[in-house]
């Protein structure tokens, strides 16, 4: 028999053993039942992500329906810190990436340490890489263990730099932006409307994103998808005025001088096309972005809505309805233009006809541009009656057209220039001076001449489309009144019928751009800009009938299109600008004009 020493030894390690074999057990039935799902979920993070599904943009559609931008899938390269942490790993894999996409170890570097990481922790290091390069980085993955390539929609625009300044380009959100949006459920890395339509129609191109929860192999590699939580919804598309035809001829008949040529729809203020000269490539902006900002041509100005340009005696159109409704002259008025009027003996302005246009009237003033007949009534009217009369055309003001960056300059007046000598206000009167205008102010104020009175809110954009539950229809955008020209019958009357002279008389400035079946209406401009050549200028609108009496214009034939032509340093309007217009319209007769009318 054992002693009870022995006995109590034997007891004791028995107690210890059940004492330990019971926390075992009972540490087993915890990590079971107390914590087992907690670390079912960490195995299965080990292997299984939430991942975005990124929303494609809504597509941008001209007037017929022709795409003019939409997504398609692109590659972006990031770089994932925790898959490489070795410095010697990192230069070895930035060497192999730099053979691969072109690009120097030195550039990736920095994008490397400039870009700010996604919720992942990744950084972008490239976007929208070409397909070879897409093929050449899966091919040697294993030499590239930091390397995350990842399928995300991509913005792609059909015609490249066609109406680049109206579309606009999208790029990732800046963190300004994001702490501004991020209630809207904007993260880092989404992409955003910068300009143009892009960025006007933002919140119905967006779409919404969706959420999936795939397997990753250890290379945090897409293995498989294994469900989705919830669908991407594609963005709404957005439909344009533009026509896509008229928007190709606009750009084609610039060519490579600078200038602007827009066509509007005057019953409505819908813009047909809207052409700025020189553009850039939407598709490689991001690349080109550092170029296109020194280019001494400045192609990312969109000289139709923030171009500030002196309108010349484009201008003399406005001033007319100010001295006639004003009283300062009337159909019979007449000023003597020997070539030059004088204020005081060392003060001469020159008509632009050196030996002067003889006795004229306010139809004869407008057909010949005579700078001497809006001199000598110009002073009269006034500079405070003159601004007064071009704000009633919303001159000096935003014409609010919706896309963003729109400029302005207020019109000249003693209220913004102090002290205001005579001087200022003869060179006002023909459109000189310190008076500034976009070309799209003119298009929006000659609208108004051609609809007799009524000023639209230019628009782009003609509506939106909708899809719910299989069903699709158009929202469209009501055009917008912003003001209305009140004037006599009389007025009304004898500035028309100066400007169909300016196109249908024989010694009309603007009879160059005369279209046989489709009478106009027009103005001629030269707009001095001293050392350099002066800007042309040329406006119309048409089909019209010869003005009849003192009734005013018809409202129930309202011209269908307005065009306004800039030619910086192109020139004598009447020369160089209303030929150009000639060759545009023709096009619109003979390439689509039913589609649009």
């Given at each position: 028999?054992?002693?009870?020493?022995?006995?109590?030894?034997?007891?004791?390690?028995?107690?210890?053993?059940?004492?330990?074999?019971?926390?075992?057990?009972f540490?087993?039935w915890?990590?079971?039942?107390?914590?087992?799902?907690?670390?079912?979920?960490?195995?299965?993070?080990?292997?299984?992500?939430?991942?975005?599904?990124?929303?494609?943009?809504?597509?941008?559609?001209?007037?017929n329906?022709?795409?003019?931008?939409?997504?398609?899938?692109?590659?972006?390269?990031?770089?994932?810190?925790?898959?490489?942490p070795?410095?010697?790993?990192?230069?070895?894999?930035?060497?192999?990436l730099?053979?691969?996409?072109?690009?120097?170890?030195?550039?990736l570097?920095?994008?490397?340490?400039?870009?700010?990481?996604d919720?992942?922790?990744?950084?972008?290091l490239?976007?929208?890489?070409?397909?070879?390069?897409?093929?050449?980085?899966?091919?040697?993955?294993?030499?590239?263990?930091?390397?995350?390539?990842?399928?995300?929609?991509?913005?792609?625009?059909?015609?490249?730099?066609?109406?680049a300044?109206?579309?606009?380009?999208?790029?990732?959100?800046?963190?300004?932006?994001?702490?501004?949006?991020?209630?809207q459920?904007?993260?880092?890395?989404?992409?955003?409307?910068?300009?143009?339509?892009?960025?006007s129609?933002?919140?119905?191109?967006?779409?919404?994103?969706?959420?999936?929860i795939?397997?990753?192999?250890?290379f945090?590699?897409?293995?498989?998808?294994l469900?989705?939580?919830?669908p991407?919804?594609?963005?709404?598309?957005?439909?344009?005025?533009?026509?896509?035809?008229?928007?190709?001829?606009?750009?084609?008949?610039?060519?490579?001088?600078?200038?602007?040529?827009?066509?509007?729809?005057?019953?409505?203020?819908?813009?047909?096309?809207?052409?700025?000269?020189p553009?850039?490539?939407?598709?490689?902006?991001?690349?080109?972005?550092?170029?296109?900002?020194?280019?001494?041509?400045?192609?990312?100005?969109?000289?139709?809505m923030?171009?500030?340009?002196p309108?010349?005696?484009?201008?003399?159109?406005?001033?007319?309805?100010?001295?006639?409704?004003?009283?300062?002259?009337?159909?019979?008025s007449?000023?003597?233009?020997?070539?030059?009027?004088?204020?005081?003996?060392?003060?001469?302005?020159?008509?632009?006809?050196?030996?002067?246009?003889?006795?004229?009237?306010?139809?004869?003033?407008?057909?010949?541009?005579?700078?001497?007949?809006?001199?000598?009534?110009?002073?009269?009217?006034?500079?405070?009656?003159?601004?007064?009369?071009a704000?009633?055309?919303?001159?000096?003001?935003?014409?609010?057209?919706?896309?963003?960056?729109?400029?302005?300059?207020?019109?000249?007046?003693?209220?913004?220039?102090?002290?205001?000598?005579?001087?200022?206000?003869?060179?006002?009167?023909?459109?000189?001076?310190?008076?500034?205008?976009?070309p799209?102010?003119?298009?929006?104020?000659?609208?108004?001449?051609?609809?007799?009175?009524?000023?639209?809110?230019?628009?782009v954009?003609?509506?939106?489309?909708?899809?719910?539950?299989?069903?699709?229809?158009?929202?469209?955008?009501?055009?917008?009144?912003?003001?209305?020209?009140?004037?006599?019958?009389?007025?009304?009357?004898?500035?028309?019928?100066?400007?169909?002279?300016?196109?249908?008389?024989?010694?009309g400035?603007?009879?160059?751009?005369?279209?046989?079946?489709?009478?106009?209406?027009?103005?001629?401009g030269?707009?001095?800009k001293?050392?350099?050549?002066?800007?042309?200028?040329?406006?119309?609108?048409?089909?019209?009938?010869?003005?009849?009496?003192?009734?005013?214009p018809?409202?129930?034939?309202?011209?269908?299109?307005?065009?306004?032509?800039?030619?910086?340093?192109?020139?004598?309007?009447?020369?160089?600008?209303?030929?150009?217009?000639?060759?545009?319209l023709?096009?619109?007769l003979?390439?689509?004009?039913?589609?649009?009318?």
């Amino acid at each position: 028999m054992p002693s009870m020493e022995t006995v109590y030894r034997i007891r004791r390690v028995g107690i210890g053993i059940c004492l330990v074999v019971s926390v075992l057990v009972f540490r087993l039935w915890s990590l079971q039942f107390l914590e087992g799902e907690q670390y079912v979920r960490q195995s299965i993070a080990n292997y299984e992500e939430s991942v975005k599904i990124p929303s494609m943009r809504g597509r941008i559609l001209d007037r017929n329906f022709n795409v003019l931008a939409e997504d398609r899938p692109d590659y972006n390269l990031f770089f994932d810190k925790s898959l490489c942490p070795d410095k010697e790993q990192q230069d070895a894999l930035l060497v192999t990436l730099s053979e691969i996409t072109g690009y120097s170890e030195g550039f990736l570097r920095s994008k490397i340490s400039a870009s700010i990481p996604d919720l992942k922790g990744r950084r972008l290091l490239l976007q929208a890489v070409p397909f070879h390069t897409m093929v050449a980085v899966s091919e040697r993955a294993l030499e590239l263990p930091g390397i995350v390539m990842e399928s995300v929609p991509g913005r792609h625009w059909l015609h490249d730099d066609l109406a680049a300044h109206v579309l606009g380009y999208v790029s990732e959100i800046d963190s300004e932006r994001l702490k501004q949006l991020q209630d809207q459920g904007y993260r880092m890395g989404d992409r955003i409307g910068r300009s143009g339509i892009e960025y006007s129609y933002e919140s119905w191109l967006r779409g919404r994103d969706g959420q999936q929860i795939v397997q990753l192999d250890s290379f945090r590699r897409l293995r498989e998808v294994l469900r989705v939580e919830s669908p991407a919804e594609r963005g709404s598309d957005i439909i344009l005025n533009l026509d896509l035809r008229l928007q190709r001829k606009a750009e084609e008949v610039l060519g490579a001088s600078v200038g602007v040529l827009i066509a509007m729809d005057p019953r409505n203020g819908a813009v047909l096309c809207m052409a700025g000269s020189p553009r850039y490539n939407l598709n490689t902006y991001r690349r080109d972005a550092g170029r296109l900002s020194n280019d001494a041509s400045h192609p990312l100005t969109h000289r139709a809505m923030a171009g500030l340009y002196p309108p010349g005696s484009v201008f003399k159109i406005f001033e007319s309805f100010g001295l006639l409704e004003e009283g300062i002259i009337n159909r019979d008025s007449r000023v003597f233009c020997p070539g030059y009027f004088s204020l005081g003996q060392n003060q001469i302005w020159r008509c632009w006809r050196k030996y002067g246009h003889g006795n004229v009237g306010i139809v004869d003033a407008l057909r010949i541009s005579c700078d001497v007949f809006f001199y000598k009534s110009g002073k009269e009217l006034g500079i405070t009656k003159m601004a007064r009369w071009a704000e009633n055309f919303h001159l000096g003001m935003k014409t609010g057209i919706d896309i963003p960056y729109e400029k302005w300059a207020p019109f000249p007046s003693k209220l913004t220039k102090r002290p205001w000598y005579a001087g200022y206000t003869i060179n006002t009167a023909i459109g000189q001076g310190d008076v500034l205008v976009t070309p799209m102010q003119l298009a929006v104020a000659v609208s108004a001449i051609a609809n007799g009175g009524t000023i639209y809110a230019p628009r782009v954009a003609a509506g939106v489309v909708h899809s719910t539950s299989g069903e699709t229809w158009i929202e469209p955008f009501p055009p917008k009144v912003t003001g209305t020209i009140k004037a006599s019958p009389k007025t009304w009357d004898l500035v028309r019928r100066g400007m169909w002279e300016v196109v249908n008389a024989d010694n009309g400035t603007g009879r160059r751009c005369q279209i046989v079946g489709f009478p106009m209406m027009g103005k001629t401009g030269t707009a001095e800009k001293p050392p350099l050549e002066p800007h042309a200028w040329y406006v119309c609108f048409g089909p019209v009938s010869p003005p009849v009496g003192d009734a005013g214009p018809d409202k129930d034939n309202i011209p269908e299109i307005v065009v306004v032509f800039l030619l910086e340093h192109g020139g004598h309007g009447g020369e160089s600008a209303s030929p150009v217009v000639k060759d545009f319209l023709e096009f619109y007769l003979n390439g689509g004009r039913e589609d649009i009318a």
